[in-house]
Every structure is written in C-alpha cells, then in structure tokens.
C-alpha cells in the first residue's frame, strides 16, 4: 500500500535551516508529483510547493519562494524540502502529499504522511 | 492569494445532513474541476474524501457528496455519525501548478 514517511523536523533557530525528508513506498514514486503542505499550530492547511515527477518543474508558495527549495531523488524514492532562513511564522507540521494524478499536477493530494513538527524559535 | 472560504464550523444531529460551503473566485474554483475536500482528526494524516468536484475514491461512503456551482463548492454529508467529527478542508486548483485550501470547517456531530 502507498506509504510516506516525513522526517527531519525539530526545533531551530530563526534564520537557520532545516532540511526535511519524505520516503515514499508502495506506487511507482517516478511517476507522480509530489507536494509539501503545512499545517501551523491553530491554523489550517497551507499548500507549501510541489515538484513534478521527474524533478523537472518545482513551484512554491509566495510566502516560501526565495527560501524554500523542493527536490526529489527518484532513485530513492524521496522527496525533500530544504527551508533556510526560517522565521517563526514557519512553525507548523509539514505534510507530504502525492498528486493523484500521473504527470502532471492537478492539486488533488491521494495520499499523505503523518507529518513532521518543524519549531522555529530562539 | 487568499485562502478559499469556509464557514468556520458547523453542526448536526446524528442521522441528520449537513452542508458546508468553500467559496473562492473565477481564478480557482470557478474556472477548475480540480476541486476537493479533505478530511482531517487532530494528529492524523488528511484523508481526501472528494475529488474533481464530485468523485468519490475508493471505500469514502456515499454519504459524503459535492458540488459546485460558479465560484463555490460545497461538501454534503449525510445520515451523520460521531466519527464524521473532523475539520474538514476544501481545496482547488489555482493555475500554475499551484494549489490553495480552505480555512478549514469544524464539524461537530451533537
């Protein structure tokens, strides 16, 4: 069964970086994009970026563009998010999504990870 | 770009329907059929519930329908049980390879 399993989160000073991971098992990883979405605490959702499946094509929220960088490593079945210069308002748990459909990405998200908390504070 | 807009919670009886609005504009759910609903319990994973608008994926139940007219969707749920307490996030694509969500409704099942 399709899998994702979020790592990396913790806590970190304002404008450090963070890198975080997502492993994905269970469906032909190649073939689908891949989404970063964030859920600050009392808030709700907030789409983050999204990476096409072969890497090609990545795209990002306004209030992440400029820090945030989304890659993937199709030979490891993972997909990651580097965020550097971290403010306080980045604080939240950070989700990993797939695209439902294949090549292309339509914003329907099928399946999600557990999360990972990402604290960023002094 | 602002987040589309939910009513910030809503209630039924068990049994009863309930009906819940996503409102956004002719750059999003107006103009896309790539609009969904999610549903999310504190500490888990979302679970999407309905797809482009109106489709169901495999093992959501019937009670959960959707809908669109114009600028707003709308999530139904029908025959409510205590387990469809949740918040519930409506989303759409926005052009651009680009997606946005819902505030967020919180259902409560009285």
């Known amino acids: 069964q399709v899998q994702l399993e979020e790592s990396g989160g913790g806590v970190v000073q304002p404008g450090r970086s963070l890198r975080l991971s997502c492993a994905a098992s269970?469906?032909?990883?190649?073939?689908?994009?891949m989404h970063w979405v964030r859920q600050a605490p009392g808030k709700g959702l907030e789409w983050v970026a999204v990476i096409w499946y072969d890497g090609s094509n990545q795209y990002y929220a306004d209030s992440v563009k400029g820090r945030f960088t989304i890659s993937r490593d199709n030979s490891k079945n993972t997909v990651y998010v580097q965020m550097n210069s971290l403010r306080a308002e980045d604080t939240a748990v950070y989700y990993c999504?797939?695209?439902?459909?294949?090549?292309?990405?339509?914003?329907?998200?099928?399946?999600w990870g557990q999360g990972t908390l990402v604290t960023v504070s002094s | 770009q602002s987040a589309l807009t939910q009513p910030p919670s809503a209630s039924g009886s068990p049994g009863q329907s309930v009906t819940i609005s996503c409102t956004g504009t002719?750059?999003?759910?107006?103009?896309?059929?790539?609009v969904s609903w999610y549903q999310h319990h504190p500490g888990k994973a979302p679970k999407l519930m309905i797809y482009e608008v109106s489709q169901r994926p495999s093992g959501v139940p019937d009670r959960f329908s959707g809908s669109k007219s114009g600028n707003t969707a709308s999530l139904t749920v029908s025959g409510l049980q205590a387990e469809d307490e949740a918040e519930y996030y409506c989303?759409?694509?926005?052009?651009?390879?680009?997606?946005?969500f819902g505030g967020g409704t919180k259902l409560t099942v009285l």
């Open positions: 989303s759409s694509y926005a052009g651009s390879n680009s997606m946005i």
């Open positions: 999504a797939r695209d439902t459909e294949m090549y292309y990405v339509s914003g329907t998200l099928d399946y």
């Open positions: 002719s750059s999003d759910v107006g103009t896309y059929k790539y």
């Open positions: 269970g469906f032909t990883f190649s073939s689908y994009g």
